[in-house]
């Protein structure tokens, strides 16, 4: 034990101005180190395990004779339950800088997974859903939480007051708020189970959406209405009606036509390759090209500085409601998609046409994984004759009164 010395006073403690450790009595092995500049701080010196030892407890006068000794006499007491204080200090140290580490708040994570994921996303307007979403929803509820504090009753409070009014947004929501707990459990700044998923939790608290929410339908014209309308499309102007021809000659998404650059389009050899990116499957297209949808591209106008097949007055692409706005135009109780819905119906009933050969040519996601596994051609020869004869269909104009046929909407929050 160190030589206990008589108390000094807060007076002759600030009277200490020679360089070295002064100590100052009150608590054995207390003193204040003076350095050669005249930078005074508190020392404890203790012996453990036979090896002396020196812990810093502040900067003098911002640590108070008194506040040093009642430091010191902390430490003393560790020392006497036989646990080194610089040790203890250090863990102590280590596991607040880990809680710091792990002080994230949903907000912060949510940005974090967006920015980590967005790169692998098909497009922008992805990850702009994600953020208006969350950014409409979520921050506001629990935004500034921490996810390590997140349970059950935030995630209710944030989707119950939307699962029955908009009950499509909030599925997505469930699923993303899902993506960014796990996302946190995996960077360690949560543990436990994720308190946002489905299965086996959420589906016991929350009604299924489907009973919640009525199915939207997309639409269409029945299949002997296609040769008519063809009919009457072709006799309106602009770019608008061209794309809604070319989108319904090929079974083509609203979206696959209007992105459509001339590059992808090989006309010698009759050929529409659509890339990955622009899939909604994440997967490359192949799209064969009757000889109707060849003379339709090769009837374009020629706009040299534009890179898109059907472009805008303006010389960008089309908007998403161009197609829509010729069907209106035309006062036809369709939508563009809808068409889609009708070629499918055309193969079913008036060709022998094979189901996968029809789903191939909508670009539909096999759902049975063992024939998505062995799937490795997409039959474009077999495909070619399919759509040179659903051209020829369309080029037939039928007598039959109008009516609608439904197709399932999928829509995004």
């Given at each position: 034990m160190p030589?206990?010395?008589?108390?000094m006073?807060a007076l002759?403690v600030?009277?200490?101005?020679?360089?070295?450790?002064h100590?100052?009595?009150?608590?054995a092995?207390l003193?204040?180190?003076v350095t050669?500049?005249?930078a005074r701080?508190w020392v404890l010196?203790?012996?453990v395990?036979g090896?002396r030892?020196?812990m810093?407890?502040g900067?003098f006068?911002?640590v108070?004779l008194?506040q040093?000794?009642?430091k010191a006499?902390e430490q003393?007491?560790l020392?006497d339950?036989?646990i080194?204080p610089v040790?203890?200090?250090?863990k102590?140290r280590r596991?607040n800088?880990?809680?710091q580490?792990s002080s994230?708040?949903?907000e912060e994570?949510?940005?974090a997974?967006i920015?980590?994921?967005?790169?692998g996303w098909?497009?922008?307007?992805h990850?702009?859903q994600w953020?208006?979403?969350?950014t409409?929803?979520?921050?506001?509820e629990i935004?500034?939480v921490?996810?390590?504090?997140?349970?059950?009753?935030?995630?209710l409070k944030?989707?119950?007051?939307?699962?029955?009014?908009?009950t499509?947004t909030a599925?997505?929501?469930?699923?993303r708020?899902?993506?960014v707990?796990?996302w946190s459990t995996a960077?360690d700044?949560?543990?436990?189970?994720?308190?946002?998923r489905?299965?086996g939790?959420?589906?016991k608290?929350?009604?299924?959406?489907?009973?919640?929410?009525?199915v939207?339908?997309?639409?269409?014209?029945p299949?002997?209405?296609?040769?008519?309308f063809?009919s009457?499309?072709?006799q309106?102007?602009?770019?608008g009606?061209?794309?809604?021809?070319?989108a319904i000659l090929?079974a083509?998404?609203?979206?696959?036509v209007?992105?459509?650059?001339?590059?992808?389009?090989?006309?010698d050899a009759?050929?529409?390759?659509?890339?990955a990116?622009?899939m909604?499957?994440?997967?490359?297209?192949?799209v064969p090209l009757?000889?109707?949808?060849i003379d339709?591209?090769?009837a374009l106008?020629?706009?040299?500085?534009?890179?898109l097949?059907?472009?805008?007055?303006r010389g960008g692409?089309l908007?998403?409601?161009?197609l829509?706005?010729v069907l209106?135009?035309?006062e036809?109780d369709?939508v563009?998609?809808?068409?889609r819905s009708t070629?499918?119906d055309w193969?079913?009933?008036?060709t022998?046409?094979?189901?996968?050969m029809?789903?191939?040519a909508?670009?539909?996601t096999?759902?049975?994984?063992v024939?998505a596994?062995?799937r490795?051609?997409?039959?474009?020869?077999?495909r070619?004759?399919?759509?040179?004869d659903?051209?020829?269909?369309?080029?037939?104009?039928e007598p039959?009164?109008a009516?609608?046929?439904?197709?399932?909407?999928k829509?995004a929050?």
């Open positions: 030589k206990r010395i008589a108390e006073s002759g600030s009277r200490l101005k020679d360089p070295g450790l100590f100052v009595g009150g608590v092995g003193g204040l180190q050669a500049t005249g701080s010196r203790i012996h395990e090896k030892r020196e810093g407890l900067a006068p911002d108070t008194s040093a000794r009642d006499r003393r007491q020392l339950r036989g080194d040790e203890y200090r250090l102590e596991a800088a880990a809680a580490a994230v708040t949903f994570a949510a940005k997974y920015a980590a994921h967005e790169s098909r497009n922008a307007k990850g702009q953020t208006n979403t969350l409409t929803y979520a921050y506001p935004g500034q921490l996810v390590r504090d997140i349970g059950l009753p935030h995630i944030v989707l119950e007051s939307i699962w029955k009014t908009k499509e599925t997505r929501l469930r699923g708020l899902e993506a707990l796990d960077r700044y949560r543990q436990g189970l994720n308190p946002a489905w299965r939790h959420l589906d608290l929350l009604p299924k959406p489907a009973k919640v929410t009525k939207e339908h997309h639409a269409a014209l299949v002997a209405d296609v040769g008519g063809i009457d499309l072709r309106q102007e602009g770019m009606a061209r794309a809604l021809e070319f090929t083509a998404r609203s979206g696959e209007r992105g459509a650059t001339k590059g992808e389009i090989d006309l009759g050929v529409w390759i659509v890339p990116v622009r909604k499957a994440g997967k490359e297209h192949r009757s000889q109707a949808a339709l591209v090769k106008p020629k706009i040299a500085d534009s890179d097949v059907f472009t805008s007055p692409q908007s998403d409601m161009t829509t706005s209106r135009r035309m036809v369709a563009p998609h809808g068409f070629f499918r193969t079913a009933e008036r022998s046409y094979p189901r996968d029809a789903e191939m909508l670009a539909h096999i759902g049975d994984k024939e596994a062995y490795r051609g997409d039959m474009l020869d077999k070619r004759q399919m759509m040179e659903w051209a020829a269909f369309c080029a037939t104009a039959t009164e009516k609608v046929t439904p197709l399932k909407r829509t929050a």
